[in-house]
């Protein structure tokens, strides 16, 4: 399998890449250090981005419906958390040239519908309906045999996992506050996300065979196969994100209890 670099991609990413340098450097001159954790999760949400869209695995998504699944799962479901965690304030602040900032602000419209889109209920639907609608059989081998709707695909993915994470993660935030409402935001999309993965596993007969039939033969896999490893591999991701909010927001809630029960001048 010869392996080719998408211009886009690549461009993006490296563009990505300099505008957070830039803000970080920028924050410094002021007098503000990014912590480095914060740093180490953009740049490792950069890291998997750029292999699911520039390594073997693109090539591999067209011949394999389950190395693309991986690639949606690398993009998306683990990539765009850690890219907002990286972007917390006020690096958010920073990151994208003051004209662009301003151009935006200025769009009313377009901060509206934002608006409305982070609203925890209108994010979960939102990504229901995304994932659903891609994966209904022409969607996804339309975009399959197309590269600007397999771009399109990827970019609504993506999207719609930083819509879920935005209200759990507050990047508009210098710090993270541990409420549990969080956990029932990122359970409701992650249990849509296992009932897709579980009709992977359990069909009886392949969704795409018009596509990956041939494709996934010359692999060593029947398409059947091939098409409950992509299922599991989206339940298995699905579970372990459960988990680690459960036990991340809770921690998080537990802290602050502790630190709202401390005297104020303790505190202070």
Do not use: C, N
């Amino acid at each position: 399998m010869a392996v080719s670099v998408d211009p886009a991609p690549a461009t993006l990413v490296l563009l990505a890449t300099a505008l957070y340098l830039r803000a970080v450097i920028l924050l410094g001159r002021r007098g503000f250090e990014v912590p480095v954790a914060q740093q180490l999760a953009w740049h490792f949400g950069i890291a998997l981005t750029a292999i699911g869209l520039l390594g073997p695995l693109d090539g591999l998504a067209t011949e394999l419906l389950s190395a693309h699944m991986a690639q949606h799962l690398l993009i998306a479901d683990l990539a765009a958390p850690l890219l907002l965690v990286g972007l917390r304030t006020p690096v958010l602040v920073f990151f994208l040239p003051r004209p662009v900032i301003a151009a935006l602000a200025r769009r009313r419209g377009l901060r509206r519908i934002s608006q409305v889109l982070r609203r925890p209920i209108v994010a979960i639907v939102a990504y229901v309906v995304v994932l659903y609608g891609w994966h209904l059989t022409f969607m996804f081998e339309a975009a399959l045999r197309s590269d600007a709707l397999h771009a399109l695909q990827h970019e609504s993915f993506v999207l719609a996992s930083v819509l879920v994470w935005w209200a759990p993660l507050e990047p508009k935030r210098r710090r993270l506050r541990g409420e549990l409402w969080k956990i029932g935001q990122i359970l409701g999309a992650r249990l849509a996300g296992m009932s897709l993965g579980m009709a992977f596993v359990v069909a009886r007969s392949p969704f795409y065979d018009g596509f990956y039939g041939a494709a996934a033969r010359g692999h060593g896999l029947a398409p059947l196969a091939d098409q409950q490893l992509a299922g599991g591999l989206m339940l298995s991701l699905d579970v372990l994100v459960m988990l680690f909010a459960l036990g991340f927001f809770f921690w998080r809630a537990a802290q602050d209890d502790e630190h709202g029960d401390q005297p104020a001048a303790a505190r202070g």
